[in-house]
Structure formats: C-alpha cells, structure tokens
C-alpha cells in the first residue's frame, strides 16, 4: 500500500482513537509539561490535549518559535527541498488547547515537581515529559567542541547550520575536498550521515564535479552500508572515499583554524569539514539526575524513565532498547507516553505499548531506500519483532516508489506532529 497522510494519519491514531472518555481525578486539572517541541514532545503534548479534551492541563516549552527537522534536511543539502519546508510551527498544537511557551527549561525539582524556565518562571507538573533531542559528548573529536561549529558545522540540528554547510559546500573551490567526521554509535538517525554524503554528492556532480568527499568512520558498518555503497558506485562513481577504523577512522583529529583533519596522525587539508561528533541525552536530562552513560533508561511499557516514574523521556535521549534515534521512532514512542500519562491522570484505559519505525534516505534523484521494524515493550527494553529493508539492485520504478512513499510520510508525520 502507498503510503500517504490519510494512511499514515489513520495507523498512528489506532492505538490511541479507542481510548475511554476522560474522567478527571481530584477537583484540579492534573499538569503535565512537555520539554522540548520536535517530533517527540510536540507529539505527546498534542495528543494528551486533544485525547483528554481539555480534562488535563498541557504545557509546551519550547524555545524557538520555528521547528526545523533535522529529518529531510539532507534532501535540502542536495537540492530537493527548500529550507522553509522543514520549518514547523506551534499554532496548531495552542489552538488544540496545548498551553505553549517559548522559553528555555534550565532546572528541575523532581522532589517539588517543578521545572524552572530561564525567563524565570516556575512550572509545576504531575507529569513531566522530556524530550529535548542530542547534546554532543565534550572532547569526542579531538580539536572540535561547540565554538568551532561556524568553522566546521555539525548540522545535526536543523535550521541555520544546515543552511551554513550547503553555504560551504557551494563555495568549495574546483575540486576541492569535503570531508565529514561520522559519529561513534549510538547517535541520531543511524542512516543519516550516509544520506548526507549521497546528497552532498548529488550536489557536486552537478556543480563541482572534480571535488572529492572524504568519510572519516570510527564504526566498522553503518546502517544500510550495503545500499549506500551500491548507489555511490552508480552515481557517484571515484568520488567517495571511507576511511573505517581498520585504516584510521577511530583516530581522527581537526583543527578548525587550518582546515586539516588528521588521520592516524596524516594531516589531510580539507575545504568542508562536516564534524559528527558523539552524541548524549539532551542536557535537562542530565541536570534533571536520570542518565546513565549519557542517556535516559527508560520503561518502554510507557516510556518512564527508570529513575524518577514521575518523567517520561521520549526520542533520541532516551535508552530504550533496539529502536533507532530518528523522527519516526520519537513519534510512535509520543503516542505511548500519552496514554500512558493519560492513563494515569484521567483513568482512561491503557494498552499494551506497541511501535514501530521507518527510515527513508534518498541517494540520488528518485534512488530512495528505506529500513523499519516492528517492536513491542518488554521488562527489558523496547524488542524488535520484525524488519525490512530494501535490496539492492531493484529497479528504478522501486526506488522511485520509495522515494514517493517518503515524500507521502513526511506530510503525514509532520500534520500528526504540529497539527
């Protein structure tokens, strides 16, 4: 079946659209906030709103105004989408009864429950919902850390610095080298930097057709490595080159100022250098005292976390068990965390925690892939119970399908998401 916003809305409201009719416990509205508005928190702010009909008070903290997603901003790095496609807006979740506030949470009280906002003021909460995406580990790339991200931008958040790295890319001089410095696993989106490559690519074989793309790679594979290197051979064929950590890629070192990347200790001089750097929970998570090993543990039967039943952390700062980081995960794991926080608050019923994720990555014009699974919660953590992902060599009218199947996804998450 073709995958479009009706379908898509229609599976991810099932588990949610049979839930009873709220009934409120105690004389006040029960308080849940949210933290942090991307694919996760505003999913779960808009359904608890929406499903609870005003029974519980929902509040957004969010601190821009404009969303940008980080998935398909690879397609904007390649030509295929304008920037302003990927910007999102709270509107739609306020007018849906979301209470949404743009500000910065800088502190939270698990004992009080309470999280404060840098414009200081003070929310009170019965639930807390985290979800504020990656921070990057501190010193992972040697000669890298956040000061150097105009040099050497990490474009890992959408928005300005991907804008800033398509500015770079397009400036290379005639054959000059792009080099990008790929993450340690686990991090954002497993599929993502090798999307990226394919779209810088695509980009340069039009515009720059002699420049180079260097990966520097500290993991041994990555996800869909069979399909990327098949679609890099076909359309991109001498311009790729991967340096995995059998040749270096585990000792890598830049230095922004020079524009170098120093391979097990060979100085290669670069024009682009995109740093990946390793990835941790979002840092209210940290400050709140519920990670372990950079990330939040957490239940997947309703995503609490293991440390504090009071919060729920949803997407890419949680450690959850076989699911990927990505847009799709943080969406399917937002509709367990809200009927489960509504469960609790409204006594409405709760069923069995069940997800599912797709990851869609384009190589070059209508050469589109994709990898998902199906996963159920366990005591342990969030199980895989199937998977599928495309072969190689399949046709072209395939890959054009499955192109147009991501197309017809992200209309549909995006209106799930915002509203």
């Not at 588990?15 to 779960?44: D, E, F, H, N, Y």
Request: proline content about 5%.
């Amino acid at each position: 079946m073709k995958l479009n916003r009706r379908h898509f809305l229609g599976a991810s409201v099932a588990t949610v659209a049979t839930l009873s009719a709220p009934t409120v416990i105690g004389q006040g509205k029960p308080r849940v906030v949210v933290v942090g508005g991307g694919a996760g928190g505003a999913t779960a702010a808009r359904y608890i709103a929406k499903d609870s009909q005003g029974a519980i008070d929902v509040t957004l903290v969010e601190p821009t105004r404009a969303y940008f997603t980080c998935f398909f901003s690879n397609l904007y790095l390649g030509g295929f989408r304008e920037l302003d496609s990927l910007a999102h807006t709270y509107g739609r979740l306020a007018q849906g009864g979301v209470n949404v506030v743009h500000d910065w949470a800088v502190a939270i009280d698990r004992e009080a429950r309470t999280v404060s906002l840098a414009g200081g003021g003070v929310l009170a909460y019965d639930r807390l919902i985290l979800a504020p995406g990656i921070d990057f580990v501190d010193g992972a790339v040697p000669g890298w850390d956040i000061s150097a991200q105009h040099a050497m931008p990490h474009a890992y958040k959408a928005g300005s610095q991907t804008e800033l790295l398509k500015a770079q890319i397009m400036a290379m001089p005639e054959g000059g080298v792009f080099a990008m410095v790929a993450p340690p696993n686990p991090f954002r989106c497993p599929p993502g930097p090798y999307e990226r490559v394919s779209m810088v690519a695509h980009l340069l074989k039009a515009s720059n057709p002699s420049a180079k793309i260097l990966i520097v790679d500290p993991k041994e594979k990555f996800s869909k490595q069979a399909l990327f290197e098949e679609g890099w051979q076909a359309h991109y064929g001498g311009m790729i080159d991967r340096i995995g950590p059998d040749f270096g890629g585990a000792d890598v070192r830049v230095d922004p100022a020079a524009m170098t990347v120093a391979i097990d200790g060979v100085v290669e001089k670069v024009d682009v250098c995109n740093v990946i750097p390793a990835q941790k929970a979002g840092r209210i998570c940290d400050m709140a005292g519920i990670t372990e090993n950079g990330w939040a543990p957490v239940d997947g039967h309703g995503m609490q976390s293991r440390m504090d039943e009071n919060i729920h952390v949803l997407g890419d700062s949680a450690q959850q068990g076989d699911m990927p980081k990505s847009g799709f995960s943080a969406n399917s794991q937002a509709k367990v965390a809200a009927m489960t926080v509504r469960g609790v608050l409204s006594g409405s019923k709760v069923f069995p925690a069940k997800f599912s994720n797709t990851c869609w990555s384009l190589i070059d014009t209508e050469d589109g892939v994709k990898v998902g699974a199906t996963y159920e919660a366990t005591d342990e953590k969030i199980a895989k119970v199937d998977g599928f992902i495309s072969q190689t060599g399949e046709d072209t009218a395939l890959r054009r399908a499955t192109y147009e199947e991501s197309l017809g996804w992200y209309a549909g998450i995006t209106k799930d998401i915002f509203g």
